[in-house]
Antibody, heavy 122, light 108 residues
Framework: QVHLVQSEAEVEKPGASVRVSCKAS????????FSWVRQAPGQGLEWMGW????????NLVQKFQGRLTLTTDTSTSTAYMELRSLRSDDTAVYYC???????????????WGQGTLVTVSS | DIQMTQSPSTLSASVGDRVTITCRAN??????LAWYQQKPGKAPNLLIY???TLQSGVPSRFSGSGSGTEFTLTISSLQPDDFATYYC??????????FGPGTKVDIK
C-alpha cells in the first residue's frame, strides 16, 4: 500500500528556511518522480517543482529558483523540500506527491502526502 | 506558462444529477491533462489522467474527455461523497505544470 508521510507543521519567521520531508513506502522509490505542490489558505493548487528519484533530474518553477531545493535520499526513500528566505506569502500547506513522471519530467500525481502546514509569521 | 481556466467556478447540484465541468488551456496540450478531487482539509485525489484514463479505484461514474485545448470532467450521477472541489492540471512536457483555479461542487 502506497504511503507518503510528511513531517509536522512548522512555524518560521520571515527570512528563515524550512525543510519538509516526505517518507515513502509501499513502492519502489527510485521508479518515480516527486512533485511538490503548495496551497495557500483558501486558495488553489500551485506546483513548485519536480525531482526524479531515478536520476535526480530537476524541474523547478522559475519563481522559486534560488530559494527552493528539492532532494531525495534513496537509502531512506525520503524526498525533501527546502524553501529559503521565507516570506509571509509562503504561508501554505505544502504537499509532496508521487509523480507518474519518473525520468524526463513531471506528469500526473497519483498519490499525495497528508500535507505540511508552514506558517511564516514574525 | 500555459494558463488553465475552469467553468463554472461553483456548481450547485443535487444527488443523482449529471454534472459537467469544463477546463480550457490557452494552448494545445494534446491529452496531457489530469483531474483531481479535493475535500476540505485533505490532499487532492487523482481521478483521471491523460484526459480520459480513469485512475485505479475511482468510481466509473467519473469520466473525462477532450484533447487539445478543451476538456470535460463528467460525473454521471452525483453521489453525496462527490461534493468537493475539482481541479484540472496540465502536464505538457515542454511547460511547467499548472492547475486550473478549481470548481466547487456544492449541494443545491
Amino acid at each position: 500500500q502506497v504511503h507518503l508521510v510528511q513531517s509536522e507543521a512548522e512555524v518560521e519567521k520571515p527570512g528563515a528556511s524550512v525543510r519538509v520531508s516526505c517518507k515513502a513506502s509501499g513502492f519502489t522509490f527510485t521508479t518515480y518522480g516527486f512533485s511538490w505542490v503548495r496551497q495557500a489558505p483558501g486558495q488553489g493548487l500551485e506546483w513548485m517543482g519536480w525531482i526524479s528519484a531515478y536520476n535526480g533530474n530537476l524541474n523547478l518553477v522559475q519563481k522559486f529558483q534560488g530559494r527552493l531545493t528539492l532532494t531525495t535520499d534513496t537509502s531512506t526513500s525520503t524526498a525533501y523540500m527546502e524553501l529559503r528566505s521565507l516570506r509571509s506569502d509562503d504561508t501554505a500547506v505544502y504537499y509532496c506527491a508521487r509523480d507518474m513522471g519518473a525520468i524526463n519530467g513531471a506528469a500526473s500525481l497519483d498519490f499525495w502526502g497528508q500535507g505540511t502546514l508552514v506558517t511564516v509569521s514574525s | 506558462d500555459i494558463q488553465m481556466t475552469q467553468s463554472p467556478s461553483t456548481l450547485s447540484a443535487s444527488v443523482g444529477d449529471r454534472v459537467t465541468i469544463t477546463c480550457r488551456a490557452n494552448q494545445s496540450i494534446s491529452s496531457w491533462l489530469a483531474w483531481y478531487q479535493q475535500k476540505p482539509g485533505k490532499a487532492p485525489n487523482l481521478l483521471i489522467y491523460t484526459a480520459s484514463t480513469l485512475q485505479s479505484g475511482v468510481p466509473s461514474r467519473f469520466s473525462g474527455s477532450g484533447s487539445g485545448t478543451e476538456f470535460t470532467l463528467t460525473i454521471s450521477s452525483l453521489q453525496p461523497d462527490d461534493f468537493a472541489t475539482y481541479y484540472c492540471q496540465q502536464y505538457d512536457p515542454y511547460s511547467p505544470i499548472t492547475f486550473g483555479p478549481g470548481t466547487k461542487v456544492d449541494i443545491k
